[in-house]
């Protein structure tokens, strides 16, 4: 009998991690009170087509050049202070079970930056942003794909310039 | 009376002729009380309650229940935006903000490379004095 309750626990716990992804963040704190969340489909990618080069403002790093497709993007930004350690939390834990690498981390003026992405050698399939301010928590998520290889040297040209 | 030494050197054909030379005597009433305690456990089994076998199948279908709930498509949340546009612009937004974070990275890299250059110069100053 201990045999099966620690077999159903570990099946749970499975079950938890692999439920921590960007859908289940939206879900849990979308509808939070000082939470504005947006959600895209990649119905609607869709039927946005092709994204065109966006103006992202001069000097600033433009990713969507390299960007081949988009199937996801979720957007949840906290300002509910009983809410945002769990919230970083959560999308810390995520990032954890996700196998998501770091790409940046900057902190600066009490508010901590982390950039991550996950894929493979070739693609990136995932790319995540965090944001920690003391009373602000932002969280983007996109998935879609894009070359590892353009993705790393546009960001190594943006450093150098 | 043969002492255990002598039994201890005899060889497995020996052992086994004088098992068959002399046969154990059968103490009374050994079947009867061998049928009983049989019968007494058959009936202690029966009481017993089982392990449920069910169990772990059981637990397996919840799980899986579970992972179905959280994975299968067209479970997913509501679209925000209705019209492509809207959600363009929304998309724009998240690249401004992801691409306004970064020039922040790559101002912190900017002023770490002066940092780090600072000692270099110091030393390049003192070496040409």
């Known amino acids: ?161 | 009376m043969k002492t255990l030494e002598e039994i201890e050197n005899l060889s497995l054909e020996e052992l086994g002729q004088k098992a068959t030379e002399q046969a154990a005597p059968v103490p009374d009433g050994l079947e009867r009380r061998l049928r009983q305690a049989l019968a007494a456990r058959e009936i202690a089994d029966a009481a017993r309650p089982r392990p449920a076998r069910w169990i772990p199948y059981a637990s397996l279908a919840v799980v899986a229940a579970a992972a179905a709930l959280v994975t299968l498509p067209g479970r997913g949340p509501k679209d925000t935006f209705d019209d492509p546009r809207l959600a363009y612009a929304e998309v724009e937004k998240a690249f401004q903000t992801i691409s306004d974070k970064m020039s922040v990275g790559r101002q912190l890299v900017r002023e770490a490379e002066q940092t780090a250059a600072k000692p270099y110069q110091t030393l390049t100053k003192l070496q040409s004095k």
């Open chain 1, 1 to 161: 009998m201990k045999r099966i309750v620690i077999l159903f626990a570990a099946l749970l716990l499975t079950v938890t991690a692999f439920a921590q992804n960007g859908k289940s963040l939206y879900q849990k704190y979308s509808d939070a009170e000082n939470v504005s969340a947006v959600y895209i489909s990649p119905a609607m990618f869709r039927l946005i087509g092709q994204l065109p080069d966006m103006e992202v403002g001069q000097n600033n790093v433009n990713l969507t050049p390299v960007i081949r497709s988009l199937t996801g993007l979720y957007i949840l930004n906290s300002e509910n202070a009983s809410i945002n350690a769990s919230l970083r939390s959560d999308a810390e834990r995520f990032i954890q079970s996700g196998r998501y690498e770091l790409l940046m981390e900057a902190k600066d003026g009490g508010e901590t930056v982390r950039m991550y992405t996950v894929g493979n050698e070739r693609t990136i399939e995932g790319f995540v942003l965090l944001t920690a301010e003391p009373d602000e928590v932002t969280f983007i998520c996109l998935d879609g794909s894009m070359p590892r290889k353009e993705f790393e040297s546009l960001i190594a040209d943006e450093m150098q310039k």
